[in-house]
């Protein structure tokens, strides 16, 4: 079980992390995204902020199980509401989310499958 937990973690960590980075640096693609789901962009640097919240959260999870948890249950929370936007902006490409959303749902499983 320990394994799979690694793995999960250290991957959503990783993919969470880049996507922050994306946010962090003014990457076009989050910009984009902003613009397709009619969110300001001003709002990139805030929301890439609270995704590298939820990457060192999961890392942080390995030395104190309990904020690992609450990292992945956030991060839960941010793409249930990024698929709140997409619905309400209608844009329906949802295969990126689909993929954040995923890793983040095992991450929360993992870590309260493992404590």
Known sequence: MFTAYLTVTLLASAVTGLAAVANLIGHEYPKKQAD??????????PLGALLAAGSLGLLAGFAV???GTLA???L?????????AHLRAH???LGPWALFFSLAV??????????
Not at 36 to 45: A, D, E, G, N
Not at 76 to 84: E, I, K
């Open 106 to 115: 095992a991450a929360l499983s993992v870590n309260l499958a493992y404590h």
């Open 76 to 84: 839960v929370l941010y793409f249930l509401a990024a698929f709140g």
């Open 91 to 93: 844009a329906y490409d």
């Open 36 to 45: 397709k789901i009619r969110v300001p962009r001003s709002w990139t640097l």
């Open 72 to 74: 992945a249950a956030g």
């Open 65 to 67: 199980p309990v904020l």
